[in-house]
């Protein structure tokens, strides 16, 4: 059975940063593309961030030069570097897991989200 578990967020000042993690269990991380999602209040969710199997890695345009993904194969553990956080970075954030390196939302397995709250 596989799981994702997303764990670090929380609440932060405007400018500040924070580090999630997404812990993954029942398949082996080197194997899968990981992305990041996020879903904002009264929004749809929006891709934040993947990284492919293979090393690459792609960011939405409106998290480029501020967020940065990377994985710990070892660990079982991809991670979420978050820096400058705004105030429209606030919403649940979830990771997933594809057999693909890809930017939509057709991914095969998801994470249940963690709460990033930004104050301004």
């Known amino acids: 059975q596989v799981q994702l578990v997303e764990s670090g967020g929380g609440l932060v000042q405007a400018g500040g940063s924070l580090r999630l993690s997404c812990a993954a269990s029942g398949l082996t991380l080197s194997r899968y593309a990981m992305g990041w999602f996020r879903q904002a209040p009264g929004k749809e969710r929006e891709f934040v961030a993947a990284s492919g199997s293979g090393g690459g890695t792609y960011n939405a345009d409106s998290v480029k030069g501020r967020f940065a993904i990377f994985r710990d194969n070892t660990k079982n553990t991809v991670y979420l570097q978050m820096n400058s956080l705004q105030p429209e970075d606030t919403a649940v954030y979830y990771c997933?897991?594809?057999?693909?390196?890809?930017?939509?939302?057709?991914?095969?397995?998801w994470g249940q989200g963690t709460q990033v709250t930004v104050s301004s």
């Open positions: 997933a897991a594809s057999r693909a390196l890809r930017t939509t939302q057709n991914y095969d397995y």
